[in-house]
């Protein structure tokens, strides 16, 4: 099995520093953090550059899904959030391809409505990678040592940052195994492309 992680997603409720400052339109309802919508009351908020872009998470969980590796059941599927949630995200769920209705199932899941094909834990990524034994860790970023695709085979863990602007850091001390920066490109991918690139190599 393999396992692919979205890390530090821009995947968040909308903090309570800035919810009484929003106010919800016939357009967008929902109390996720959404940069299109919040960008200015977000202009203090930490990280600002990193959240609010559930988009990615929507796109990058459409392609993973759809891919022949997941299909053929050898593939695990982590949601990390910038907030230390993670979401696992079951092989066979069908996930809304709008993503307005994305955002109201994510909505709903992280307000803690159950649903039997999205598992939500209170976790931060290090105690997500020493949980699920990972053993030969990729750690994808633009820094990393050039990889060929097929050379993806030999890891069995995958993190692809889940966010628009800034550099994923993992507390190597947590973590009980050795983490290799690895790159796909010699320039920046959107974690979509990534994620779709780690799956069409893992598959054949």
Known sequence: MYNIILAK??????????????????VYKYDILDSNYHYKVMENLKDKRMRGRPDIVHISLLNILDSPINHEGKLNIYVHTYDDKVLKINPEVRLPRNY?????????????KRNPLIKL?????EELLNEINAKKIALM???????????????DTFIVGGFPYGKLNVDRKKVFRKIDEVSIYKKGLMAWTVCGIICYALSF
């Open 141 to 155: 970023t633009k820094q990393g040592k050039l990889t060929k695709p097929y050379q993806l085979k030999n890891y």
């Open 9 to 26: 997603s821009a995947l968040e409720l909308i903090p309570e520093e800035i919810k009484n400052k929003i106010k919800k339109s016939r």
């Open 100 to 112: 307005f209705r994305f955002l109201g199932v994510m909505e709903d899941v992280l307000k803690g």
């Open 121 to 125: 834990e209170e976790k931060s990524l």
